[in-house]
């Protein structure tokens, strides 16, 4: 899947709202776009990541699996710097929309999904899986 400036965008402000949860100490924030995933997985290790990363979040982001479901915490945060989430965050690493969450999102405010991985403060506990 190629890369647009929509993904590049929605990184961006998630490394941000990630950024700023961890400067007031609270969890790691949950990854549960499959296409923002995936671009993150194309940058991470890149000269380019750093800059991006910090210019996003104020610091350097690393990546780890992290496995669960429920909601997803920083909506509220994302809402009140960013408007609505985007469509993409409902979409897989694939470009296919999943229309009931995205429904269920416009209607409840509320997201619920799975995730497979979460940001670190990048100090060493960082992981790079494999493809996806």
């Given at each position: 899947m190629e890369t647009t400036s929509v993904e590049l965008r929605e990184l961006g402000r998630f490394l941000d709202v990630?950024?700023?949860?961890?400067?007031?100490?609270?969890?790691?924030?949950?990854?549960f776009s499959g296409a923002?995933?995936?671009?993150?997985?194309?940058?991470?290790?890149?000269?380019?990541?750093r800059a991006f990363s910090a210019g996003h979040a104020g610091t350097v982001l690393g990546h780890r699996e992290s496995k669960g479901a429920g909601p997803v915490d920083w909506v509220a945060a994302y809402e009140e710097a960013y408007g609505p989430l985007h469509e993409l965050w409902f979409t897989d690493e694939k470009g296919a929309l999943d229309v009931a969450g995205l429904a269920r999102y416009r209607e409840t405010g509320r997201v619920v999904a799975e995730w497979d991985c979460v940001p670190t403060t990048g100090d060493g506990d960082d992981a790079v899986p494999g493809g996806r």
């Open positions: 990630a950024g700023q949860r961890f400067r007031r100490g609270e969890v790691p924030s949950e990854m923002v995933d995936a671009l993150w997985h194309r940058m991470l290790g890149t000269a380019g990541y």
